[in-house]
């Protein structure tokens, strides 16, 4: 069982930023395409951006397009997700997500995801 661990969360004002981060334990990073979902209270979980475990392709949610951007560090075995020009609307819990399948585009849906992190908080607020 891969484990996701994520960090970085917190409580920061509007205009500011965050960057996250998600380290899988056991297996090397690029044996999977990574990804970040988030959910608010009262709210469906949704996509928010992915990355592919090779070729560089990234995918974003409009709501976060320009301001959020997904990275991955190989040499540390790191996933990053950026968060810049934060609002209210962002608050949420955001999960790290693993799919081991190869998918052309990555997915964008939470039941293709195999492995998830316990979440991070994120809040947005004066």
């Known amino acids: 069982q891969v484990q996701l661990v994520e960090s970085g969360g917190g409580l920061v004002q509007p205009g500011g930023s965050l960057r996250l981060s998600c380290a899988p334990s056991g297996r090397t990073l690029n044996s999977y395409d990574m990804g970040w979902f988030r959910q608010a209270p009262g709210k469906e979980r949704e996509f928010v951006a992915a990355?592919?475990?090779?070729?560089?392709?990234?995918y974003y949610a409009d709501s976060v397009k320009g301001r959020f951007t997904i990275s991955r560090d190989n040499a540390k075995n790191t996933v990053y997700l950026q968060m810049s020009s934060l609002e209210p609307e962002d608050t949420a819990v955001y999960y790290c997500?693993?799919?081991?399948?190869?998918?052309?585009?990555?997915?964008?849906?939470?039941?293709?995801?195999?492995?998830w992190g316990q979440g991070t908080q994120v809040t947005v607020s004066s």
């Open positions: 990355h592919s475990r090779s070729g560089g392709r990234t």
């Open positions: 997500v693993a799919d081991r399948l190869i998918r052309i585009p990555v997915a964008t849906t939470p039941g293709s995801y195999d492995y």
